[in-house]
């Protein structure tokens, strides 16, 4: 979901600019969309056509120039799969909440403009802590509705944050 919503809203913004891929620390290879969350997707005018599931490897993590991460558990195993992106992953609330803190440099292609604010984001992080479960986003999986629910109102805000301040930034 995380996927299709952030690509949806940064094609709107600046078409063919930004490449978003998801993988699964513990994905269930080639499966579809879970049909709730694909119902979600649809929702929101993004698309959940050819999703498949793939399962997150050090090579997939070597093509990354920031890596979003759903709980502090998944950023930790992506960090300890490959340490050198350490300063280049956060959770996606995370990110959502401390970016909006960051002044980009407006002006200059999205790329870099992204590529300056990684570090000032890693920073800002230490300066505005929340309690670590507001870092989070629920795990749905086998769970009732009101756990996907809760997911969407996490996940989407916050892809919404990063849309924004692309968009304020541009």
């Known amino acids: 979901m995380a996927e299709r919503l952030l690509q949806n809203e940064l094609n709107m913004l600046t078409p063919a600019i930004f490449a978003v891929e998801s993988a699964g620390t513990a994905a269930m290879v080639g499966s579809a969309m879970e049909p709730t969350i694909e119902g979600f997707v649809r929702a929101s005018g993004a698309s959940s056509e050819g999703f498949s599931a793939r399962q997150l490897t050090r090579e997939i993590l070597d093509r990354q120039d920031l890596v979003l991460a759903l709980t502090r558990e998944h950023r930790s195993r992506i960090v300890e799969l490959r340490p050198a992106l350490l300063k280049k992953t956060f959770t996606l609330r995370e990110l959502a909440r401390v970016l909006p803190t960051i002044d980009g440099a407006r002006g200059v292609h999205p790329g870099e403009r992204w590529e300056r604010a990684i570090p000032l984001a890693m920073r800002a992080r230490t300066m505005h802590r929340s309690?670590?479960?507001?870092?989070?986003?629920?795990?749905?999986?086998?769970?009732?509705?009101?756990?996907?629910?809760?997911?969407?109102?996490?996940?989407?805000?916050?892809?919404?944050?990063?849309?924004e301040w692309e968009k304020t930034h541009a």
């Open 131 to 163: 309690a670590p479960e507001d870092d989070d986003v629920v795990d749905p999986y086998r769970r009732g509705d009101q756990v996907f629910e809760a997911m969407r109102q996490q996940l989407a805000p916050a892809v919404q944050a990063l849309v």
